[in-house]
């Protein structure tokens, strides 16, 4: 799918402009001529690629959230959107968030519409959103259309902030086996060295090893820091090849725990985007491209990329995913259900409602079951290089008493 910006005007000769999803330019057209616009000027937009600072400078999910809840109270109280943008630019605190919204508001007063807007700020704004955009300002529905938008990213942000807060302490305890480790073998290893040098007795393996390990530190600090760089930017490297994160993908999937945790992330992404775009008016074929470009695994994405190919040749959309591994059967009886009865929005949002509640459930459980392991983890490998010491020195003791 590409985003396409066009200019036109109706029969009674009102200007039109904005932007459209399509698979190419003869498919842009048509879609207007069916609105019944005269179409004067066609043209791709080129979406810029995220760069690498975007990472660190983009506005976070929590300000999308924000920021579409005060443009829905605005519109939705009879606020013009070029009127309700400056109102939003002018309680910005942030320098780079203000810019944005002005930029944002110059390319609305200058004829472009919300959508055009959006697209032209990638690293901002994903392609689903600004599908959702595009579709409301063809159906008259803006105001709606962000009011649900930006409640849809809050319980996103909120289940987001409910992992990292359950991740925390885990984390910590992760991080300190290692910190730990190198401080025994950095600081009290080469102290006790020297008792070990003139002894009979046998230095253990494991104090052995953090003897050669205190050494090379020491010694040749920045080599193996260079090093580890390398081995850092390999390994990063190799996780961007799309190979190698199916592998990854099939391995956390077979893992316990793990792999119904983003199974069941995966499900709530899907309904949630799906459900949100159909709701705002997108049609089904463009829906399914945007739901593609939303999903964080890349075997999702080509298995939703081919069931939109048959959407297009005309198969039902149930029968269509059944392609997509990670929907279960139960999900697409329920989609079935949804084409039927002709609510298929509805029966979206609720899977999308108990899949959330099940990826909390299964946080929770997993976090239950990390933070005793590792610190059972922890004290076997702390302890155990601490009990290895003392050995050592209890050993040079016995020799010395005899």
């Known amino acids: 799918m590409k985003t396409f910006q066009y200019q036109a005007h109706t029969h009674d000769g009102t200007p039109a402009a904005g932007a459209i999803e399509a698979d190419d330019k003869l498919s842009a057209l048509n879609f207007l001529h069916h609105r019944g616009l005269k179409v004067s000027a066609v043209h791709p937009v080129e979406l810029k690629s995220k760069s690498w600072r975007s990472y660190f400078t983009a506005p976070s999910l929590a300000w999308r959230v924000e920021f579409y809840g005060q443009l829905a109270t605005l519109l939705s109280a009879g606020v013009t959107l070029d009127r309700a943008l400056r ?86 305890l992760f991080a300190m086996i290692p910190i730990s480790l190198t401080i025994i073998a950095t600081v009290l290893v080469p102290n006790l060295a020297p008792l070990f040098e003139n002894a009979r007795t046998p230095i253990p393996v494991a104090l052995r090893a953090m003897i050669i390990f205190s050494h090379e530190v020491h010694e040749r600090c920045l080599i193996w820091a260079l090093v580890a760089l390398a081995i850092c930017g390999s390994i990063y490297a190799l996780l961007q090849n799309a190979g190698m994160k199916r592998v990854l993908e099939r391995m956390k999937r077979k893992l316990p725990f793990v792999g119904e945790l983003f199974g069941a992330a995966e499900r ?25 470009d939303a999903s964080s695994s890349e075997s999702t994405k080509s298995q939703v990329i081919v069931a939109r190919q048959h959407v297009v040749e005309g198969v039902k959309l149930a029968k269509a995913l059944k392609g997509v591994a990670v929907l279960n059967d139960r999900f697409l009886q329920m989609i079935a259900i949804g084409e039927e009865t002709n609510q298929l929005e509805s029966i979206l949002r609720h899977m999308t409602d108990a899949e959330f509640r099940n990826l909390e459930t299964r946080i929770e459980r997993l976090v239950t079951l990390l933070t005793p392991l590792l610190t059972v983890v922890m004290g076997v490998l702390v302890g155990g290089a601490v009990m290895s010491i003392m050995r050592a020195i209890l050993s040079i003791n016995d020799l010395a008493g005899q």
């Open 87 to 172: 109102i939003v630019a002018s309680s910005e605190a942030d320098a780079n968030k203000r810019s944005l919204v002005e930029t944002i508001m110059r390319d609305v007063l200058s004829g472009a519409n919300l959508a055009s807007a959006f697209a032209s700020k990638p690293e901002t704004f994903p392609r689903n959103e600004i599908g959702q955009a595009s579709a409301a300002n063809q159906t008259g529905t803006l105001a709606k259309m962000l009011d649900g938008l930006s409640k849809t990213l809050k319980r996103r942000s909120q289940l987001r902030s409910k992992i990292i807060s359950a991740l925390i302490y885990p984390a910590f």
């Open 268 to 292: 709530a992404r899907f309904c949630d985007v799906l459900g949100s775009l159909i709701g705002g008016g997108v049609p089904l074929q463009t829906a399914l491209a945007f739901v593609a």
